[in-house]
């Protein structure tokens, strides 16, 4: 299970190896968003997302054996280059399979840091993950589905808590459950007041149907979305009864709108973020999430690895 107790030791664990991050309040953002905007910075994070928070986390609690036979992930890209971060640190190999639809930015970050990468289709990377694990003897690290992993995002939670104790809600985007289940506990389990609101993408709602059927569903093997970061097709196993229970809302939020909120945020806010990061603002912009103008709401950038060649995915929309 995951405590809280386990963020707080996590949070004291990996401090020597990442950033706090600042949390930013953009007053530009007010009136398209409709409340005091915050926004917690994990693009600003090493390796550019929260991911190298629950990866190196989970790396410095495996054996030593393990880490000298190497590990293997697999990713949408940010845990895998998290992971080669730490891998490399850590003096172990490591290895990342990735979707062939992964970012070029992802790919070579990913490779820049040692790591071996080997691409598969999207829907069966975790497959392909579990036969390299078996077939070399790594240690396979999971991107979500893992307690001491979502113990190493859940300090970006801790960090809001103090960053802005009188936080009215918390915005975080949804994959497989591994920041939001970490976030949710160290927030839930500290201040229970304070909300914590779930965003997916529409095309990729795996938690919005589990929630719907009462129990995990795995979505089609075709569904895939601009927010590339959260399309992981099913809840983890772990993951899924935390988020039931420490999320006040789950809203989805349509691609079209997720666009909008990427060009939002760089355009009028001044801060560069993956599309991933920008579904939060988009279920505002959609109308999905209301707050009211004295309420103090951070939204929770979760990366900013992007591309120039992802720019033309935004460029052309309005806000």
């Known amino acids: ?6 963020i707080r030791q996590a949070k004291e664990r990996i401090a020597p190896y990442i950033y706090e991050t600042p949390l930013l309040r953009l007053q530009g953002l007010d009136g398209a968003l409709g409340c005091q905007v915050y926004v917690k910075s994990e693009n600003m994070q090493k390796t550019n997302s929260f991911k190298i928070r629950g990866a190196t986390n989970r790396m410095l609690t495996l054996p030593k054996e393990a880490l000298d036979k190497g590990v ?3 990713s949408s890209g940010n ?7 730490a891998a490399k640190l850590l003096g172990a190999k490591a290895c990342v399979v990735l979707p062939n639809t992964a970012p070029k930015v992802k790919v070579e970050g990913i490779r820049g840091y040692g790591a071996e990468v080997v691409f598969s289709e999207p829907a069966k990377r975790y497959a392909v993950c579990a036969a390299l694990a078996e077939e070399r003897g790594f240690t396979a690290i999971s991107p979500f589905d893992d307690y001491e992993l979502m113990a190493g995002q859940g300090t970006a939670g801790l960090e809001i808590l103090e960053q802005l104790p009188d936080v009215s809600a918390v915005v975080v985007p949804i994959g497989g459950g591994g920041l939001i289940g970490g976030v949710s506990t160290a927030i839930k389990e500290s201040k229970p007041d304070v909300r914590v609101i779930g965003v997916e993408p ?7 149907r589990s929630f719907a059927a009462g129990h995990p569903v795995r979505l089609p093997d075709d569904s895939s979305s601009v927010a590339d970061g959260t399309a992981t097709l099913f809840p983890g196993e772990r993951n899924y009864p935390i988020v039931r229970k420490n999320v006040d809302e789950i809203v989805t939020v349509d691609e079209e709108y997720i666009l909008k909120a990427t060009k939002l ?3 009028q806010g001044k801060v560069l973020a993956e599309i991933t990061s920008c579904q939060v603002m988009g279920a505002v912009l959609q109308g999905k999430l209301k707050f009211k103008p004295e309420e103090k709401v951070v939204f929770l950038l979760s990366g900013g690895n992007i591309g120039m060649d992802q720019f033309t995915k935004f460029q ?4």
């Open 202 to 208: 529409a095309n990729v709602c795996r938690y919005t």
């Open 72 to 74: 293997v992930t697999a």
């Open 265 to 267: 945020l760089l355009t």
């Open 1 to 6: 299970m995951l405590t809280l107790e386990m």
């Open 316 to 319: 052309e929309v309005t806000v």
């Open 79 to 85: 845990h895998g280059k998290a992971t080669a971060y």
